[in-house]
């Protein structure tokens, strides 16, 4: 079992900036692939971004690409969610999410376990 929980959410104007942080507990998860996924009110659970095991390999939702930086630190068992030039449109709840699989997946299904959430707010 893994425990997984985000921080860094908040209240941001539009192109400000915002980190999150995932810290991981119960097992280590430096062999997971780790993601983050977005969900705003009315919609479905998107995919924002991946990270491979060793941190080497990248994967990200066109939408956020070039504004989004993930990155991983297994020694602190934490991933990171670094968010440049935010928009309004960025709005939502962001979750973090690990994955046993070795595959960057963009599918939701695929995680096997999921944070809380951390709400981030975007105004004009």
């Known amino acids: 079992q893994v425990q997984l929980v985000e921080s860094g959410g908040g209240l941001v104007q539009a192109g400000g900036s915002l980190r999150l942080s995932c810290a991981a507990s119960?097992?280590?998860?430096?062999?997971?692939?780790m993601g983050w996924f977005r969900q705003a009110p009315g919609k479905e659970r998107e995919f924002v971004a991946a990270i491979s095991w060793s941190g080497g390999s990248t994967r990200y939702a066109v939408t956020v690409k070039g504004r989004f930086t993930i990155s991983r630190d297994n020694a602190k068992n934490t991933v990171y969610l670094q968010m440049d030039s935010l928009k309004p449109e960025d709005t939502a709840v962001y979750y973090c999410a690990a994955d046993r699989t070795v595959v960057l997946t963009t599918r939701r299904v695929d995680y096997d376990y999921w944070g809380q959430g951390t709400q981030v707010t975007v105004s004009s």
């Open positions: 119960g097992r280590t998860v430096s062999n997971y692939v």
